[in-house]
């Protein structure tokens, strides 16, 4: 399984959000704050094995793009 990892910033309070999906653009994950280190090893519990790489820009992603419009 391959995982893509966005960072959204938002102004205050919000912060960042971090949107995992996978391949077929399912949302996996979210996270709220810059602990990146705590989203990696969730992941690896939940899904282990999977490639995880890390997105481009903010709402790069058709995935990203579809959470921010609801």
């Keep these: 399984m391959r995982l893509t990892i966005e960072r959204l910033s938002f102004s205050e309070p919000m912060g960042s959000l971090l949107v995992v999906c996978d391949a077929e653009g399912i949302v996996r994950a979210l996270d709220f ?24 820009g903010p709402a790069g992603s058709p995935c990203a793009r579809r959470l921010l419009r609801r």
């Design 33 to 56: 704050g810059a602990d990146d280190a705590r989203l990696l090893r969730r992941l690896d519990a939940r899904y282990p094995g999977a490639e995880v790489e890390w997105g481009h």
